[in-house]
């Protein structure tokens, strides 16, 4: 009987994604991915335990495989298809702003560098790199820190934006505590990648912090001068 109520369960969860993917919760939208990794079984809790570690769709998502693994009930295999899923919805929203204006598509960009970084448990610093009608040229992470921070430094920024004969850069990293809101630290650095660039003719059009409270921008803060 519980095996036939699982079945039932299954073809009904299917049934209703057919007519309408948005009348689908996340837990039952992460059930319907890991019914392929566990043909057989309740996947139920797996996906209810997943969103509860993790927070949010979003969160698993972002997580690491080794972070994942450690959920009751998930496994290598699981862990590797969601870290696939999630490395899939960045590349997507990384197309959505490779060959547009990113000034003009500010919205996908934003999108994007949430995907990216809001779930990250330790710091990272991106660097979008920008050609002269402001499309990207290069997303890159230049370094990756601790829980509280991920050292910078101008000269290599504006050397690697030099490299790519870049002409402006939007600056890009991630609070873990969640909150978005610049630090000194960050409003120092930002200063010292700004002077840097100014002579070479390189410009900073934005720094975005990204927490999972949401995105910064320190132009809209007036922070960029």
């Known amino acids: 009987m519980a095996e036939e109520h699982r079945l039932g369960h299954r073809e009904r969860l299917r049934d209703r994604a057919l007519k309408s993917l948005d009348a689908v919760p996340d837990y039952e939208l992460l059930e319907l991915f890991l019914f392929r990794t566990f043909p057989r079984g309740d996947v139920k809790p797996i996906a209810k335990a997943l969103l509860t570690r993790f927070g949010s769709f979003s969160g698993v998502l972002g997580a690491a495989i080794e972070e994942t693994r450690t959920v009751p009930g998930v496994g290598e295999q699981a862990a590797l298809d969601l870290k696939l899923l999630g490395e899939a919805t960045l590349r997507v929203g990384r197309e959505k702003i490779a060959k547009r204006t990113v000034i003009s598509s500010w919205s996908a960009l934003l ?113 960029l001068k």
């Not at 002269?132 to 230049?142: F, P, S, V």
């Not at 934005?206 to 910064?216: F, K, N, P, S």
């Open 111 to 223: 999108a994007y560098v949430k995907v990216a970084l809001a779930n990250e448990p330790r710091e990272q610093f991106r660097v979008l790199f920008l050609d002269r009608k402001n499309q990207l040229i290069l997303d890159e992470i230049q370094n990756r820190g601790t829980v509280d921070h991920a050292p910078v430094y101008a000269r290599e920024v504006v050397r690697r934006a030099l490299e790519l004969s870049a002409s402006a850069v939007i600056l890009v990293h991630n609070h873990p505590s969640g909150d978005p809101t610049p630090s000194g630290a960050d409003i120092d650095m930002t200063r010292q990648v700004v002077e840097a660039g100014r002579p070479l003719r390189i410009s900073v059009h934005d720094h975005l912090v990204v927490g999972r409270e949401g995105v910064a921008s320190f132009k809209a803060l007036g922070l």
